[in-house]
């Protein structure tokens, strides 16, 4: 099913493209290159005009359903939510054990190592 509605909708983007360079502009335009004269012979004084505007107008109603349609089988749905996967956990951190309090006399200041002197400037 996917792969026919991927079809009918790459055939008619295509058709869509095609059907709106050949209808007329204001000026020169790429109808007149495949010979724009010989299609009014064909459809008549206006019927070109109004045939690729009706075919525009179908054209793009069916590349706006495929569209749509499309769009709604690449979309998914989610099957669970994400509280279900949750597991619920114990946060609370142990404390850790108190450190024994040592006195001013015994402990020993950690010795700082002296800086370099700065150079004597001359």
């Known amino acids: 099913m ?3 509605l991927l079809t009918v909708h790459i055939t ?5 493209i095609i059907s709106v360079l050949l ?12 010979g724009g004269a010989g299609s009014q012979a064909l459809f008549g004084s ?5 045939f690729l505007n009706k075919a525009t107008r179908v054209l793009v109603i069916v590349f706006m359903v495929t569209s749509l349609t499309l769009g709604y089988f690449a979309f998914e749905k ?6 279900d ?4 956990t114990d946060t609370a951190v142990p404390a850790a054990p108190a450190q024994p309090a040592q006195d001013a006399s015994s402990a020993a200041p950690a010795a700082v190592p ?9």
């Open 23 to 34: 209808q007329s502009g204001k000026g020169a335009d790429i109808g007149a290159v495949f």
């Open 12 to 16: 008619v983007s295509v058709l869509l």
């Open 2 to 4: 996917y792969g026919v």
């Open 78 to 83: 989610p099957t669970q939510s994400i509280m």
């Open 114 to 122: 002296a800086a370099p002197a700065p150079a004597a400037e001359n």
């Open 46 to 50: 206006a019927g070109p005009a109004d």
């Open 85 to 88: 996967t949750q597991k619920v």
